[in-house]
């Protein structure tokens, strides 16, 4: 089963998209903030279980715990710097192309309007085939 | 010689009006007599009376009063006095006449140097000259004192005449003066107006009452064009007639045959001296008394914004200086109207400013709102569902365990699930021992109400379709911020593919555009969907009736630098009080019929984002336009 790394610092979204994901047979770990992404990914890198992709929200606290509007890209800089093939999925509130477009070019797959979380389920096995 | 010399010389008065004779005789006479001269008979008399002369000289021919005359009238006063004439009258009846006047001695002009200091010295001396029967000559001289005096009576006469004329004329020029006066008084009391009545229609109202009662006139009107420059209006007129015709909405047509028409377009003023001379003239019933009019254009910086109609009751009323004073007037008024105006334009330019900057910090603040309620929204359609699932599952589980025989139930493995599950409650604060106790206490019949399946899923689809709707609404407010990829694109190649996407019947929505037209900056896709939701509003109002039309058009617009895209239907129009309303979030006049009321302010976003304006014109029963400007160029 594919393991998905979930990052989003809004506690009840962060929830409910784990238990739609976990109840499509996914494996879920979340985290709330950068710096926590970033340890719960190192823990598992270059085991056996090993993350095959990153849900990463952009609007969270950053690495010194201050929330930003870009630190979903932050993160995702660091988690590449670490699997430089990791696939990962920026999740917005709004739908910012800018940002979005930012992200893609930083090796984000895609970028998700949060809001329907059987289209996240779509979109993840559309780029997992 | 001493002075007591000359006090004894004898005094010689000469009463002549030719310099020249005057001089001759006092070269000959100055140097022996105290010599004393007069050149008019008046001044003569007053000076005889005055200085008693010794002898008096006297030329027959003078102006006003013949020498004769001056005779008569001084005999009486100095009769001892003695005169003589000094004439170049040589007539029959010369002398005689002379000597009837009182003369007593009668000399001839030319003078004769060598001799005429001793005549003098004679006559000083005592030489008189008798006239033989005087009788005859005397009723002659009296004769011609007579002719003389009515000759006299009747230059009188006409004198008198003639300063009556002047004084008549006089009159007239104070009375004039006065007219000039009032009429100042009136357009210095207009030009006041112009500047203290702010309201138009007052001020036009007042201009009106002031020139008939100033200047004394049967009517005066002002006509204003209309906005489509094809009417002059009639914006006020004097007395009751101006009122009836100001509620009968009176207008003349600008390219007509009246003279406010001509007089506006040629911007020169019409006057018709005799209105009864011209056929073609028209006979305003309100106005039956009129014999003259005349027509002043309205113009202000070249802009013809209307006339002035002035009419009299007589024929050839106006005079050169009421016809100017009254232009000046009018072209005051012009510039009143047209500040009035602008003003008026700027108003209503801000109001709309104002609108907009209202609408967009309404659409930002509503957009906020409803993202933040849509993001707390975003997990219930899950957790309902799931809890669905969840409550069919435990179902499943009950059914298999409550038709098992007894005796397999504890060793099923759902019975160690649900015992675990069980065990899990006094954890999580839930002690099922109430809820029995609670449903033991029920009558049997109740319990269905209580445990009713149908009706648990029913609430559950409602909590997840009520929040699925949050979440639309969240969709359509933030679905305009995508916009970014605008590029320069062709409006007709993708109105006609957007409109024929659409799948509305043949001939509802038809389409024109200019073949040059220039191409829009946008982000095509967004400008799609505002085309979409215009064209599906009006298909909508028009309540999808066969007679629908909807015609969309763009050209250049009149800024420079922007297309102007119309989108016009034939539906029931949009009444004011929701005109104002149309672009404010959550409005929606559909009711029932669906509609989240985010159509149009989402629209007013994209196209304000495009660096664009959007605006809505309507009238009850005239249908509706939507106006979209689209700038040419990148920003």
């Known amino acids: ?129 | 010689m001493t002075e007591t010399d000359i006090k004894s010389l004898p005094k010689i008065l000469y009463i002549e009006d030719t310099d020249d004779s005057r001089l001759l005789v006092r070269r000959l006479l100055s140097r022996d007599y105290v010599f004393l001269e007069a050149s008019n008979p008046i001044d003569g008399i007053n000076l005889a009376l005055d200085t008693e002369p010794d002898l008096i000289l006297l030329d027959i021919n003078l102006p006003d009063l013949s020498g004769r005359e001056v005779a008569t009238r001084l005999k009486k006063s100095l009769p001892n006095t003695p005169m003589v004439a000094l004439t170049a009258d040589i007539t029959g009846t010369a002398r005689e006449k002379a000597l009837v006047a009182g003369c007593v001695g009668f000399m001839t002009k030319p003078i004769d140097i060598d001799t005429f200091r001793d005549e003098i010295e004679a006559y000083l001396n005592g030489k008189r000259e008798v006239l033989e029967k005087p009788e005859h000559h005397l009723k002659a001289y009296h004769q011609e004192l007579v002719e003389h005096l009515e000759k006299k009576v009747h230059e009188l006469t006409k004198m008198a005449d003639h300063n009556k004329f002047l004084d008549q004329q006089n009159k007239h020029v104070i009375a004039d003066m006065q007219r000039h006066q009032r009429l100042l008084q009136a357009a210095a009391t207009v030009g006041h107006n112009i500047t203290s009545i702010l309201d138009l229609d007052e001020l036009l109202q007042t201009t009106v009452d002031i020139i008939c009662k100033e200047y004394e006139f049967y009517y005066a009107g002002i006509f204003l064009l209309d906005s489509e420059k094809k009417w002059a209006v009639l914006k006020a007129g004097y007395g009751e007639a101006g009122d009836k015709m100001v509620a009968n909405d009176h207008r003349l047509a600008l390219d007509g045959e009246s003279m406010i028409g001509g007089a506006i377009r040629k911007g020169e003023g019409e006057i018709s001296a005799d209105v009864g001379d011209e056929e073609k003239h028209f006979k305003n019933p309100y106005l039956p008394n009129t014999r003259s009019e005349m027509a002043l254009p309205l113009r202000a910086k070249g802009d013809k914004l209307g006339a002035l109609t002035v009419q009299s009751e007589k024929v050839n009323a106006f005079s050169t200086a009421d016809i100017s004073a009254l232009q000046g007037m009018a072209d005051q008024l012009a510039v009143a109207i047209r500040n009035a105006h602008l003003l008026k334009d700027l108003e209503a330019a801000n109001q709309e400013l104002l609108r907009t900057k209202t609408f967009e910090a309404i659409a930002t603040a509503t957009g906020e709102a409803i993202h933040w309620v849509g993001n707390k929204a975003a997990p219930i359609p899950g957790s309902a569902e799931r809890v669905r699932e969840d409550l069919l599952n435990f179902f499943a589980i009950f059914k298999t365990l409550l038709y098992l025989p007894p005796e397999e139930r504890d060793s099923h493995p759902y019975a160690a699930v649900a015992n675990e599950a069980f065990s899990l409650l006094p954890d999580l604060d839930i002690d099922l021992a109430t809820n029995i106790e609670a449903l033991n206490k029920l009558p049997a019949d109740n319990l269905p109400l209580i445990v009713d399946i149908e009706s648990t899923l029913e609430d559950l689809g409602i909590v997840k379709q009520s929040a699925e709707t949050i979440l639309n609404i969240k969709e359509d407010l933030i679905g305009p911020g995508r916009i970014s990829k605008a590029d320069a694109f062709d409006i007709p190649l993708l109105f006609s593919t957007t409109i024929a996407g659409m799948g509305l019947p043949k001939g509802v929505v038809t389409s024109s555009y200019p073949d040059d037209l220039p191409q829009v900056w946008a982000d095509k896709r967004q400008i799609g969907r505002v085309l979409i939701n215009l064209i599906k509003n009006a298909w909508e109002a028009l309540g999808k009736a066969d007679h629908a039309k909807i015609h969309v058009s763009a050209r250049p617009a009149d800024e420079a630098g922007y297309i102007r895209v119309e989108i016009r239907d034939n539906g029931p129009g949009i009444p004011p009080e929701i005109l104002e309303k149309i672009w404010v979030s959550f409005f929606t006049t559909k009711g029932e019929q669906g509609g989240t009321g985010l159509g149009l302010s989402a629209c007013m976003e994209i196209i304000t984002q495009s660096g664009g304006r959007i605006w809505a014109k309507s009238k009850v029963g005239e249908g509706a336009a939507f106006i979209i400007l689209l700038p040419t160029e990148k920003e």
């Open chain 1, 1 to 129: 089963m594919p393991k998905l790394l979930l990052v989003d610092d809004e506690a009840l979204v962060r929830r409910s998209m784990q238990k739609t994901l976990l109840r499509k047979g996914f494996v879920v770990e979340t985290a709330s903030n950068c710096t926590e992404g970033l340890a719960t990914f190192e823990a598992s890198h270059n085991t056996a279980a090993s993350f095959d992709m990153a849900l990463l929200d952009l609007n969270m606290p950053n690495f010194d715990g201050v929330p930003a509007h870009s630190a979903g890209l932050d993160l995702l800089t660091k988690l590449r710097d670490i699997a430089p093939e990791l696939i990962a999925i920026v999740l917005t509130a709004y739908d910012e192309v800018d940002t979005a477009k930012d992200a893609v070019q930083r090796g984000a797959h895609s970028y998700f309007v949060k809001g329907r979380e059987q289209g996240l389920v779509d979109l993840i096995n559309e780029i997992l085939g």
